[in-house]
């Protein structure tokens, strides 16, 4: 233990510098994810389990053909890739769905939130970052479990719904998937900063992607059938899909962006409450 | 230099900080002292941004909190409640925070070396002790070299070693130049480490003046009379200008009269006395004196102002 100071001249580093440059607080907001084992385990699990269910699921897919009925084959076959993709994601965005609230809550349960604004006292430049950061890292996680997921899912359904990444909508769809992955993410985040409490906004969350869907579904006629499609979730993964389905109200391009604004949504009112309420 | 200026705050319906105006100078350790639950937390939370006040401002050298541009250069902040990762080492905590101020890593080195925290600098923060979790907090706040220093109840959980080795890291830090403001609810420690006080109760400042004058005012003498006849006695004393307390059927405590004088006082009036005992306060309870009529729990006898002589006595309660 020493008492000396590693520098002794008070002020001497108070010179005027640029304000708030964004670069060193991506560099932070890099280092906080990295440097929380949980968080780093959770992205390889869902890297792993994906490509499991991938195969898993398509897998029995192809054991069960014969005895599937003829509509469900001629689904599959309509579009392969959500049929690849679905089965890995469906599980993973649950994940996400955690990790993106997760990624703010454990600030306030913990008391980093106050460390971190008092680093970055204007705030919102605090939240922007972790957000480019964790959408960026959801991102490339998802696309690496993406593509491999596509490929071992192509050739598992090869001989009964053959599907190449050069056919149409296809390497938008997988590469879609990271995407819808990444805004989910963020949408996660979003409502955790709304929160600031990791089970409620773990409960929001999940409300949103897996309640509200069929609850909407039960909306009678046209209602039911917009409400349902502008949900953020299932406007989102349209993305993931080739082409639009004869029963979709959106293209795939149309969902993403209804799902980008609900999430712009959420982010700006957590940005503004964030900057509002005493931390 | 840090400035607040009727700085007021509540929280629900409950006031924690009413029209607070204090001056904190550089070059000194400055001691913000008050009784649990008076505000000193809710002050600082104030000073730091991290709350809006609902009247005044407070600025740290000359701009408040949320202008300063790498603030953690300038201001180097120990909070009460721990602000810490608990999932992530002491060294990546500090090196998240040097990031954002653009500080290179050997910073994050010095200071681990400066809190004395090498060998657990690559161990989770969840599984430190308070006393090393109040290292890392020093150690975050020294990040920046900043120029002034708020630290919450630097010495809460550090042993006694630990306590002497904050205690002489703040002196040097205001020898250096810098300012040092410093809460706690302990006198003592206060008084061995602060120059200047500011002493708040229930959200208001008491006292602003340094702690000699604080000490001297603080732990004047008194005398403690026992008699039969207390009742008149002390309508007798507080005519000549004594301040007295008096517990219920108890003793009188007196100031402003020494022991000989309210003997002669008492024969006088041919008064029996049972007992003549002078008296000298510690610090502590001088300041709990001080605080009392301030107190936001606690159970109190009559005090009757020491600044203020009052004739009330037998008195049942808070004025």
């Known amino acids: 233990m020493t008492t000396a100071p590693a520098t002794t001249h008070p002020g001497l580093a108070t010179t005027t510098r640029a304000r708030h440059p964004f670069g060193p607080l991506l560099s932070s907001e890099w280092t906080k994810i990295r440097s929380v084992r949980s968080t780093v385990w959770a992205l390889v699990l869902l890297v792993v389990l994906t490509l499991g269910f991938t195969v898993l699921i398509n897998g029995l897919t192809v054991a069960q053909w014969n005895k599937t009925d003829a509509s469900q084959r001629a689904d599959i076959q309509a579009d392969p890739v959500w049929q690849i993709l679905g089965a890995g994601f469906q599980l993973s965005q649950l994940t996400i769905c955690v990790l993106g609230v997760m990624v703010i809550t454990s600030e306030y349960s913990t008391g980093m939130i106050r460390a971190s604004l008092l680093a970055v006292p204007t705030r919102i430049p605090m939240l922007a970052a972790k957000s480019v950061v964790f959408a960026l890292l959801v991102f490339i996680v998802g696309e690496i479990a993406a593509f491999p997921s596509f490929f071992i899912g192509a050739s598992i359904l090869h001989k009964h719904a053959p599907v190449a990444l050069s056919d149409p909508g296809v390497l938008r769809a997988v590469i879609g998937a990271g995407l819808y992955l990444a805004v989910l993410g963020l949408f996660a985040l979003a409502i955790g900063a709304l929160v600031r409490h990791t089970a409620g906004g773990i409960t929001g969350v999940i409300g949103f992607v897996l309640v509200l869907a069929p609850l909407a579904q039960l909306l009678p006629g046209s209602l039911g059938r917009h409400v349902h499609a502008y949900l953020p979730s299932e406007a989102g993964h349209l993305i993931a899909r080739a082409h639009r389905g004869p029963d979709d109200l959106l293209s795939p391009w149309q969902g993403f962006g209804v799902f980008c604004l609900w999430t712009a949504l959420l982010l700006a009112a957590a940005m503004y409450l964030l900057v509002r309420r005493d931390a | 230099m840090i400035e607040a200026r009727d700085l007021s705050k509540h929280y629900g319906d409950k006031l924690a900080v009413d029209h607070l105006s204090f001056t904190v100078e550089p070059g000194q350790v400055t001691g913000f002292l008050g009784p649990n639950g008076a505000g000193k937390s809710t002050t600082m939370r104030l000073i730091l941004g991290l709350d809006r006040p609902d009247t005044g401002s407070a600025t740290i050298a000359g701009k408040p909190y949320r202008e300063l541009s790498e603030p953690l250069r300038t201001v180097g902040a120990l909070l009460e409640a721990k602000a810490v990762h608990t999932g992530r080492t002491a060294y990546n905590h500090l090196l998240v925070l040097a990031q954002t101020q653009q500080l290179p890593r ?123 006849d207390a009742g008149r006695l002390a309508e007798v004393l507080v005519a000549e200008g004594a301040a007295v307390t008096a517990a219920d059927g108890g003793p009188l405590t007196v100031r402003h009269l020494e022991a000989p004088r309210i003997g002669e006082l008492a024969a006088r009036e041919g008064l029996i006395l049972h007992e003549l005992a002078p008296q000298r306060a510690s610090l502590e309870a001088a300041f709990m004196e001080l605080t009392r009529e301030s107190l936001e729990y606690g159970e109190h006898g009559p005090v009757h102002g020491s600044t203020a002589p009052t004739g009330r006595r037998h008195g049942g309660g808070q004025p």
């Not at chain 2, 080795?165 to 130049?177: D, S």
């Not at chain 2, 001297?216 to 026992?226: A, H, I, N, P, W």
């Open chain 2, 106 to 228: 050997r910073r994050v080195d010095e200071v681990i070396d400066l809190v004395g925290l090498h060998s657990v600098a690559r161990k989770r923060a969840g599984g430190f002790s308070l006393g090393m979790g109040q290292r890392l907090g020093i150690a975050a706040a020294m990040l920046g070299d900043p120029e002034v220093l708020v630290l919450d109840e630097p010495v809460n959980g550090l042993d006694p070693e630990g306590i002497l080795w904050i205690r002489n890291l703040m002196k040097q830090l205001a020898a250096e130049g810098r300012t040092v403001f410093v809460s706690s609810h302990l006198m003592n420690e206060m008084a061995v480490t602060a120059e200047h006080l500011v002493v708040i109760g229930r959200g208001k400042v008491i006292a602003d003046c340094t702690t000699k004058e604080f000490i001297e005012r603080s732990s004047e003498r008194s005398v403690l009379v026992k008699s039969p």
